[in-house]
Structures are given as structure tokens and as C-alpha cells.
């Protein structure tokens, strides 16, 4: 069952050391909590016996460190194993990392599920924890369990048996049987929850459909039934749960009692001191704290072994992978593009079917048809996120099959609808396009693509913090960006995948404009659905469903 | 993600506490059974010290032993009994707060109306519905109930500690509050401290998603190498800078358990020294020793709690702003009673202006339009013109701040809204269809139609030949998970549900775009049946349907440029491509 884990067990050998230590300052903290109580416990039974102080000099001082010392290995253990959880994220970051790359964008492109990326990360993020909050509470609530059993059976075997038997069943048995109890009906919330994101997907999405369809009053309310089921299910795992915690106060408690029944009649014997029973009482109950994350350790477990399924499931894909293939160098002489026959799809029913499509070098291309249509496919296998089922991509003559996407790439610039900006500064968004760009290239190129008002405006210029989390740039200075990229990079053929549907009417025209100067000797497909806001080009293709290419006469 | 501000959280999180106290019933049995609960520690640790008392320091008769031995038993079961019954409280009151947010979501999304709901992104909104109001359970199942905890428990044993030994509740009260004190202050200035790196944290830790999900942007820049090192580096900028905003954070975790475990070393040492001078029984004194620790679990509980308090004000960010919206387009209008006048029906829009929220330019400059039944009228334009935009007006989707739609002498503001839609087929660009099969989704159109009125409508629409086709036919399952059909097909089942429903007025926003040719006309002519006796009004851009229509009417610059039949018109950008076509 641990083979689901080997990757993070094997970056956690990495860091042993750090994994022992942290262990060790664990167990430390839990120790001297018990030996504060037990100490305590100790001293007072020993005060009421009116020793002369002098005596006591040796339990106050134990009192007294376990006190101060309890809080320091407490507050070092949390700084040590949150140390750690971070060396192993970054370490399972650049695992995953390289494994996934060779897959992408293809495999999000062919899943076209916009969260497969972002549940990636969020499974990788719950890996990270794994050691936290799975493998330390275990080891040591085991380590515990075992010395607890060891040192109470030199007074009482029976004793060390029977609280051995109780942590067991505190730390392992019980948490397991309230997951059983709670199995069921966690299935339920998940069927639940899952028809209940069905719906909340229909009302949102489907909102236009619903509002006309009289219907709506009555798809309300089926999504408040289906709330309440929801909360219904809920409340009968509560119970579950309210048991498990129920069951701990239960076990962790009646220590006091039997361990108070079991030594009696030893104290009764004289086996053993009144003094050596109050700490043994005390003791023992404040064991029990190691216990606690056991309980939720299982529940850590079971999520991380889903998040590590889901993440096998993404990296070792058997799908057609694209293979990285031919060494040789990609040089086209000339920078036509050319579709020959080519049929391809993503899953097994083709998107385009024996599509003919040809540009001249410097010739400029309209490519029009429906949301859908296959249009953006197009775009995808030039750039070589896939190959083709049938039929060649040339580029030149050159059929870019047989070269690395990566040299093929360098010819081919894609201003498209969305413009991605990475979460650093805009200097770096731009030196993507070319690290070795001074900031005056930086600079000329934003002025060039009219950036240079805004720029202006932006409180730490080139510094700025852009994308998600930074300073949002509108639809029209997010273009403007991508066309400074592009300048930069100043690649021979462009792609223009609906660069200006995102925009306002005015925003558009001035977009439209910029791009025209700086496409002027490019070889160009310009990919659009819209009819008339376009550029003067040299010929028009049309697409419509079932991806029939039909050649349009020349425009202007 | 979006990072959440921390005065925000904070306004969050008192709103949360506030709803939570409002459910009185769930919240008084939380805080007796706390009582309760500090009533039976009392107990349980009474007798367990005059039991040890009694074996070490008294000959007692084994049957001395039996009343306080049960007792002891008896206090644990019931604390024990009463950590279950809180629990489930807590999670009762968890779970029925989730579903009034959750209900409450329901008819804000419905309020809202699509044309809003387009802009709030969808998939956020799925997501706060969900995963945002599932991570309200720990504040409300943990959080809150620890907060109770926290002001009951140990005042209980701080009461009994003055009463029997007044020098332990003593020690005590000076150090009992002092942990909510320290707390807040560390707690405050770790939370400054925080605050200040928040947003350099929340960068760095979406460094790794933001990169994996560029990654088309990095290939096409050739820059995918690089950043395998650039995560390596930036992972380990987060952990040092989190270390050093955690090792302020942990301060308070440290002063909470130093003062309590220094508290009680505290109070062994104060007991021990009266016991050596005879000030105090052992009985009495283990009795004191055994209550320190209970009566600072209840901080501590509180203290890990905390972090579930400060997850649950995030996603309570999330929600409040989203049920916070204002809802100005769909709500109830006082003034929109009056009935609907009979059909047919006579539509005219007079200087309709239009701009979006947030948007500088206006969409609709001014349109002039007139709707009468009997002809197919289609609007055209460029996209972006506004052709969406007034089918969303006429459908009352949108409220324009200019000008006005009149219907019959009426003007469309008075209108009941509902009644009103109950007029209209709409089919929008993209139709949605909700999670079950072909024919549920067509009786969206008339939910009593029957079976044969499905495909009478489904043939009209020219999907009746293809569903039939299909292995499952009607009974195909669509929406998430099922077939996935063609944007052709999608549109032609779509429209089964206008031909269905057969209300006086339809608006078709680019009804054949995904159709071929032959399909396109076919469909045109079974539109140009249905509309004898309605307002038919659609946009498009395809030349066919243009000319195929009875009215054109042509927006540009935010106006009707030009209207008449095609013929009167022919617009020559497109009757000159479909004449010049060349193959």
C-alpha cells in the first residue's frame, strides 16, 4: 500500500537527518509534558510526607524544567517539521514538475478540463504534508505505546498490558472502526456532493435556459432538496464522528480509574510507594496526548493516497504522448505553411478531416468558422503540441514531423484571445520573449505596441507585479503585452488565434491597427469566427463543422 | 485564487460569529454542555484524589473505595458523554449553516441573472458554492465551539479552586488571563507580520500552478527548461520566507504552552511547599494539581482552533462578497405589475442606449427598432456590436438606463418579468443543457409536453433525424459526463425547445452559426413557419440566413445603420463573397 508514496519516500530519505530530528524533538515534547504531570504528582505526594525541603530539591528542579522546557521543544519541533514539509514540497515541485512537462499543454488541451491543473497542484500540496501530519504521529504515537507498555509493566504487567491494549485502541482501532461506521455514508456525500456540483454547474451555466423555460421556480427548489439530502447525509455521519470524539474522551479518561483499580492492591502490598502510584495515575493519562493526531492521520492518509492516485494518473499517461523525436536542426529556407491532408482529433472521433490549407511566405491568411469548428486544432498541430493522425504540417518543405517541437517552435509566434501573464514583474513577463533584452529593448518594443501610456501610469514601471495576483492589466494593455513578446521574439510566422475578441469595439481597432504595421512581412494565419474586423489579406478560408476547409476568393 | 484582505477576513469572521450565535437553540446546548462538562471534571477529579489519598495515606476498607471509585467512573462517562453530544452539536450547527449559505447562493446565482453570472466567472462560483462553503465546517464545528469552551470551562474550575483552596485560584487567575492576552498580542503583531508578507507569500506559493498552467506559453518561447529551476529557486525563497513569518507565528503557540505548563509547575511547587509546612491535605492538594492542566486545556483548544477560524473568515470573504452583490436587474420591481397585453404582440425600441458596468464606451448609441409578427427580422453586425446585447434587453436580461421598449403602448419596465419571459423562446449563442437526457432537455421548452409534442418540436428544429439515430435516441444523456455531441447538433436540440414551446415572441442569437448549408436553409424555412403570428427577431452574420430573412437591420457604431429587406439593402460585404465564391 505504500507504493503510492514511494516518490515522496524517496524525497524524504533525502532528508533523513532533518526527518529524525524532528522526530526527536517530538517525542521530546510529548515526554516532558508527561514528565511535568508525573513529576508534579511525585513531588506533592512526596511533600505531604513532611520531608525536610532539602529533599525535594531534586523533583522541584525536575518540575521546573519540565515546565520550561516542554514549550521550547514544542515551539522547536513546529519549526523543524514545517521546515521540513517545505524542503519536501519544493523537492516533490521539481519532480512533478519534470514529469509533467513533456506532457503539456496537450494533455490539458486534450482533457479540456480547466481545474486538471490546478487539482495537480492542490494534489501535490497535500502530498507535502504527508510526512507532517501521516508518518510523524504514527511513528510517534507507536514509539509511546511501546515505552509507556515497557516501563509500567516493571510495576504491573497487568497494567502494562491493559494500557497498551487501551492506546492501541485509542490510537489505531478506534479511528479505523469510525471510518468504517462513517464509510458508507462518506460515499453518500460524495455522490451527494458530486450531484449537487451537477446542478449548481446547470443553474449557473444553464441560467439563460432555465429563465425561459417556466420552469425555473420549481428548478429551484429541486436544488434546495438536493441541499437539504446533502445536509441529511451530513448529519448522520455527525454521529460518526461525534462518537469517535466521544470514544477518545471515553478511553483516554477511564486510564484514571483502572490504572487506579490495578495498582491499589499493590500499594495495598507495599510493592509499590503511594508516591510512585500518584505519578504512575498522572502519568499515564497525559500519554494519551500522543494519541491525538493519530485519529486524523488516518483521514490524512486516505486523501494523500487519492492525491497521489490522481497525480499517477496525470504524469504516467498511456495516451499518445508526444515523443521528442529527430536531432536534426530545423532551418526552413522559406516560411510557408502548408496542411496536407491532414486529419486528426483528440479523442478517437477526428476534429479536422483531410484538411488542405496553404500559405505563401509572407502571404496573409483569414481562417474562419464557428466556435468549435477546429479552427484553433489548426493553430495546436503547427505549433506542435500534437501530431497529426494522417497527413503532413511543412513549414517550408520541411514536414515538421520529423523535428523537435522546441526548434519548430522558434519560428512561430501565437498572439491569441487570452494573453497569459505570469504572477512576477512585467520585465520578466517580457524577457520570456528574450532573456538577453535590455530594459531599452524592453522599453522600445512596449512604446511600439502604443504600451507606452500605461507604462507611464504603472507605479513601479518595469517592476510592477502583473498576472493574477499582481496589478490586472485590462483586456487591451494584456494584447499590447503579448504583441511586445511577440516583437521580441520576431518570429516569421504568426499566428493570430482571435486576438481581439476579448475587446471593446475601440479597443480592438487600435489592436488591430498596431498589428497590422507589425505583421506586414510576416507569413500570417489569422484565426477568427468574426466577419468583419480583420486584416487585408490575401486569402480567406472558411470552416464549418465536420471541418470542411473551403478556399474563398480574395478579398479587397 | 484570488488572496483575500485581512481587515475584509476579519469583517468575515465577526459576521460568521454573529450568524453562528444567531442559531440559540444549537449554541445553548453547546455552552451546557460545557458547564456540564466542567461540572464532571470537577467530579472526576475529586474523587480520583481522595481515592489516591486514600491508598497512600489511609487505611480504608476495600468497601470505602467502591462510592468514590464509581463516582470516578461515573464522571468519566459522562464527560465523556458530553465531549460527544458537543461534538455533534458543533457539527450539527456546522452542517445547517452550510446549507443556509448554501440555499442563500441558490437564489443570489438566480437573482443575479446569466448576463452577470457570465462575468463572475462561472467556475469560481462552482467552487465557492462547494469547496468555499465546505470550508466553513472547522469554523463552525471547531472554531466556534471552542470559543465556548473557552469562556465557561475555566471559569467553573476557577470558581472551585477559590472556594476550596483559595492560593491555587490565585495562581490561577493571574495566569489564566493572561494567555488570551499574550495571544492577542503576539497573535496581532505575528498577524501584522503576516500581513505584511501576505501577498509576497501567496505569489510565491502560485508560483508552481502558475507555471504548469503557462506552460503553452513557456514552449512557445522555448523557455519550459528554464523552469524546473526557477520552481526549485522560488520554493525555496517560500520556505525562508515563511520561516521567518512562522517563527514569530509559533510565538504564541509557545507562550500559550509555556504558561500553561509553568502554571502548573507553578502551582506543584506553591501545593508542595503548604504540604511540607501542613498548610494544606495532600487530598485537597492533589486535587488542585489534577484541576491545573484542565483548566488550561480549554485555551489551548482554542489556540489550535484558531487556524480553522482563519481559514473559515477567508472562504467567508468569498461568500459574503458574492451574496453581498447587488441585485438590480431581476429584482422584484415594484412597478412591474401590470399584466401582459394579449398577443400579438408589437415591439419598438426608441434610442435604446446601453453600456456595461465597468466599461467606457457604451454598446448601444441609440437603437430604433421595430418588431412586428409575421416576418423574420435578423440583426447584423459585426460581433461586439451590441446584436447580443438587445435580444438580452428585449429579454429583459438587462435593463437599459436610456431609451425604452414599448410592447403593445406599454413599456416592457412595467412589465411582470416573469410573465414576460413566459412570451419568449430564447436561445442563446451557447444553450446549455442540464444534466439529464435529449428529452428532458427539450421539455425545457413545455415541461407537460408529451412524447410526440417532443418530436413534432425536435423535427421542426431538423434534430429528430439525428437523435433517432443515436443508440440511446431521446433517452441519450447529455450535460457533464454524457454524449458529447457536435455544436450543430447542440443547436438544432436547442432549438426544439423554441419549437416546442410556440410563445409569441423568439429571439435566436445566431441560431444556424454551427449548420452547413443545406442544413442552414432547411432550418430557416422551418423558422419562417413558426413565425406566422410572432415576432421572430434573430442576429447573425451568415450570408444565407441574411438573405434568407424577411428584415435586416444592420448595427454599427452602436446604432441601426441601415434596415429594410435584404433585397432593398444588399449588403455587399457578403452577397460578394457568396457570388465570388470560388472552389
Known amino acids: ?556 | 485564487m484570488r488572496s483575500v484582505h485581512p481587515e475584509k477576513a476579519e469583517q468575515a469572521q465577526q459576521r460568521l460569529f454573529q450568524d453562528a450565535l444567531s442559531e440559540r437553540g444549537v449554541i445553548a446546548g453547546i455552552a451546557i454542555a460545557a458547564i456540564l462538562t466542567g461540572v464532571a471534571i470537577l467530579v472526576q477529579m475529586y474523587s480520583l484524589s481522595v481515592l489516591i489519598d486514600a491508598a497512600f495515606l489511609k487505611e480504608w476498607s476495600a468497601d470505602a473505595y467502591y462510592p468514590f471509585f464509581f463516582l470516578l467512573l461515573g464522571a468519566v462517562f459522562i464527560r465523556a458523554a458530553l465531549a460527544w453530544l458537543d461534538k455533534w452539536l458543533g457539527l450539527k450547527l456546522a452542517i445547517g449553516k452550510k446549507s443556509e449559505y448554501r440555499r442563500r447562493l441558490l437564489h443570489k446565482i438566480h437573482d443575479l441573472g446569466p448576463v452577470r453570472l457570465k462575468k463572475e466567472m462561472t467556475g469560481e462560483l462552482i467552487g465557492v458554492q462547494l469547496n468555499g462553503v465546505e470550508k466553513l465546517d472547522d469554523f463552525f464545528s471547531q472554531y466556534v465551539p471552542a470559543a465556548i469552551r473557552m469562556m465557561t470551562i475555566p471559569l467553573i474550575i476557577f470558581g472551585a479552586a477559590m472556594w476550596f483552596d483559595w492560593p491555587t485560584g490565585l495562581v490561577f487567575m493571574i495566569t489564566g488571563p493572561l494567555i488570551p492576552i499574550f495571544m492577542y498580542l503576539i497573535g496581532t503583531k505575528a498577524g501584522d507580520k503576516i500581513r505584511e508578507q501576505w501577498s509576497s507569500f501567496r505569489r510565491l506559493n502560485a508560483h508552481f500552478l502558475d507555471t504548469i498552467q503557462g506552460m503553452d506559453t513557456l514552449k512557445l518561447f522555448g523557455r519550459e527548461k528554464n523552469a524546473s529551476r526557477s520552481i526549485n529557486n522560488v520554493s525555496r525563497m517560500f520556505r525562508v520566507t515563511t520561516m521567518r513569518v512562522l517563527k514569530v507565528a509559533f510565538l504564541s503557540g509557545m507562550v500559550l504552552e509555556l504558561s500553561a505548563s509553568v502554571s502548573t509547575a507553578v502551582v506543584a511547587v506553591e501545593i508542595g511547599v503548604r504540604l511540607i509546612e501542613g498548610m494544606i491535605g495532600f487530598q485537597m492538594g492533589l486535587f488542585m494539581l489534577l484541576l491545573a492542566p484542565e483548566f488550561y486545556l480549554p485555551f489551548r483548544n482554542f489556540g489550535s482552533a484558531h487556524h480553522a477560524g482563519m481559514e473559515g473568515a477567508e472562504a467567508g470573504t468569498r461568500l459574503f462578497d458574492l451574496l453581498d452583490e447587488k441585485t438590480d436587474q431581476n429584482s422584484k420591481e415594484a412597478d412591474e405589475n401590470f399584466e401582459i397585453p394579449p398577443p400579438p404582440f408589437n415591439i419598438g425600441l426608441i434610442g435604446l442606449r446601453f453600456n456595461y458596468p465597468n466599461s467606457a464606451n457604451e454598446v448601444l448609441k441609440g437603437v430604433n427598432l421595430t418588431l412586428r409578427p409575421g416576418e423574420v427580422h435578423t440583426l447584423t453586425g459585426a460581433s461586439g456590436e451590441g446584436k447580443t446585447t438587445i435580444l438580452n434587453l428585449i429579454g429583459k436580461l438587462l435593463r437599459a438606463e436610456h431609451g425604452d421598449i414599448i410592447v403593445n403602448g406599454t413599456s416592457l419596465i412595467e412589465l411582470n418579468i416573469e410573465k414576460w419571459r413566459g412570451q419568449i423562446s430564447f436561445l442563446p449563442q451557447f444553450p446549455h443543457f442540464i444534466t439529464g437526457n435529449i428529452a428532458d432537455n427539450i421539455r425545457l421548452g413545455n415541461h407537460q409536453a408529451t412524447d410526440s409534442e417532443i418530436i413534432d418540436a425536435a423535427d421542426g428544429a431538423l434534430a429528430h433525424e439525428f437523435i433517432t439515430k443515436l443508440p440511446d435516441g431521446y433517452n441519450t444523456i447529455l450535460g457533464e459526463g454524457g454524449l458529447n455531441l457536435s455544436g450543430g447538433e447542440r443547436q438544432r436540440i436547442a432549438l426544439a425547445r423554441v419549437f416546442l414551446k410556440k410563445s409569441p415572441i423568439l429571439l435566436l442569437d445566431e441560431p444556424a452559426s454551427f449548420l452547413n448549408e443545406e442544413l442552414e436553409l432547411l432550418l430557416l424555412k422551418s423558422i419562417k413557419k413558426l413565425s406566422e403570428n410572432r415576432i421572430v427577431l434573430l442576429s447573425s452574420h451568415q450570408p444565407r440566413t441574411i438573405l434568407a430573412s424577411d428584415r435586416l437591420s444592420i448595427l454599427s457604431n452602436g446604432k441601426i445603420s441601415e434596415s429594410g429587406s435584404p433585397d432593398e439593402l444588399f449588403p455587399d460585404f457578403w452577397t460578394e463573397i457568396d457570388t465570388r465564391k470560388v472552389k
Not at chain 1, 516532558?32 to 513531588?43: D, E, M, Q, R
Open chain 1, 1 to 556: 500500500m505504500m507504493r503510492d508514496f514511494s516518490e515522496v519516500f524517496s524525497e524524504l530519505m533525502n532528508l533523513k537527518g532533518r526527518a529524525s530530528l524532528s522526530l526527536l524533538l517530538g517525542s521530546l515534547t510529548v515526554m516532558t509534558g508527561v514528565g511535568l504531570i508525573a513529576a508534579s504528582g511525585y513531588l506533592i505526594s512526596w511533600a505531604a510526607l513532611r520531608p525536610p525541603i532539602l529533599d525535594l530539591i531534586l523533583v522541584l528542579v525536575a518540575v521546573r524544567f519540565f515546565g520550561i522546557s516542554r514549550a521550547a521543544f514544542r515551539y522547536a519541533e513546529r519549526l523543524f517539521s514545517h521546515d521540513l514539509t517545505f524542503r519536501i514540497l519544493k523537492n516533490l515541485r521539481v519532480h512533478f514538475y519534470e514529469k509533467l512537462e513533456p506532457l503539456l499543454p496537450g494533455k490539458a488541451i486534450q482533457y479540456r478540463s480547466a481545474d486538471l491543473l490546478s487539482r495537480f497542484s492542490d494534489d501535490v500540496d497535500q502530498l507535502q504534508e504527508f510526512y507532517l501530519k501521516t508518518i510523524a504521529p504514527v511513528l510517534t504515537a507507536l514509539f509511546f505505546i511501546v515505552l509507556t507498555a515497557i516501563i509500567i509493566s516493571w510495576y504491573s504487567q497487568i497494567l502494562g498490558l491493559t494500557v497498551f491494549t487501551l492506546m492501541v485502541l485509542n490510537a489505531f482501532l478506534m479511528p479505523v472502526f469510525i471510518r468504517y461506521k462513517a464509510g458508507k455514508s462518506a460515499r453518500d456525500i460524495s455522490v451527494a456532493h458530486s450531484g449537487l456540483s451537477q446542478y449548481m454547474n446547470d443553474h449557473v451555466r444553464g441560467a439563460t435556459d432555465l429563465l425561459f423555460s417556466g420552469y425555473h421556480r420549481e428548478w429551484v427548489r429541486i436544488g434546495e432538496d438536493k441541499i437539504e439530502e446533502l445536509a441529511a447525509i451530513q448529519l448522520k455521519r455527525a454521529g460518526a464522528f461525534g462518537m469517535d470524539t466521544g470514544l477518545f474522551t471515553f478511553l483516554s479518561n477511564a486510564s484514571l480509574p483502572i490504572s487506579f483499580i490495578l495498582l491499589l492492591p499493590l500499594v495495598l502490598d507495599g510493592a509499590i510507594s503511594g508516591l510512585v502510584m500518584t505519578a504512575i495515575v498522572l502519568g499515564i493519562f497525559s500519554v494519551f496526548e500522543a494519541m491525538e493526531p493519530v485519529g486524523s492521520a488516518l483521514q490524512h492518509y486516505i486523501e494523500s493516497k487519492e492525491a497521489a492516485g490522481r497525480i499517477k494518473e496525470v504524469t504516467s499517461s498511456p495516451d499518445k504522448v508526444l515523443k521528442e523525436s529527430g536531432g536534426d536542426s530545423f532551418k526552413p529556407q522559406k516560411f510557408s505553411v502548408v496542411f496536407d491532408n491532414v486529419s486528426f482529433g483528440y479523442g478517437s472521433n477526428p476534429v479536422i478531416k483531410e484538411l488542405n490549407l496553404q500559405i505563401h511566405s509572407g502571404e496573409h491568411a483569414l481562417l474562419m468558422g464557428p466556435s468549435g469548428c477546429g479552427k484553433s486544432t489548426i493553430a495546436h498541430l503547427l505549433v506542435k503540441w500534437f501530431e497529426p493522425w494522417k497527413g503532413e504540417v511543412r513549414i517550408g518543405s520541411l514536414n515538421t514531423k520529423n523535428f523537435r517541437g522546441s526548434d519548430v517552435r522558434k519560428y512561430i509566434t501565437v498572439v491569441g484571445q487570452h494573453t497569459r501573464l505570469f504572477n512576477t514583474s512585467l520585465r520578466n513577463n517580457l524577457k520570456i520573449a528574450d532573456p538577453d533584452a535590455s530594459d531599452a529593448d524592453l522599453v522600445g518594443a512596449l512604446n511600439r505596441v502604443g504600451f507606452s501610456k500605461t507604462l507611464k501610469k504603472l507605479p513601479e514601471g518595469l517592476n510592477t507585479q502583473v498576472g493574477e495576483l499582481g496589478l490586472r492589466l485590462s483586456g487591451g494593455e494584456r494584447q499590447r503585452v503579448a504583441l511586445a513578446r511577440a516583437l521580441l521574439k520576431d518570429a516569421p510566422i504568426w499566428i493570430l488565434d482571435e486576438p481581439l475578441s476579448n475587446l471593446d469595439r475601440e479597443m480592438a481597432d487600435e489592436i488591430m491597427q498596431t498589428l497590422q504595421e507589425l505583421i506586414e512581412k510576416k507569413t500570417v494565419l489569422h484565426i477568427t469566427h468574426q466577419n468583419r474586423r480583420h486584416f487585408a489579406v490575401d486569402k480567406v478560408y472558411s470552416m464549418k463543422e465536420g471541418a470542411v476547409c473551403e478556399e474563398l476568393a480574395q478579398l479587397i
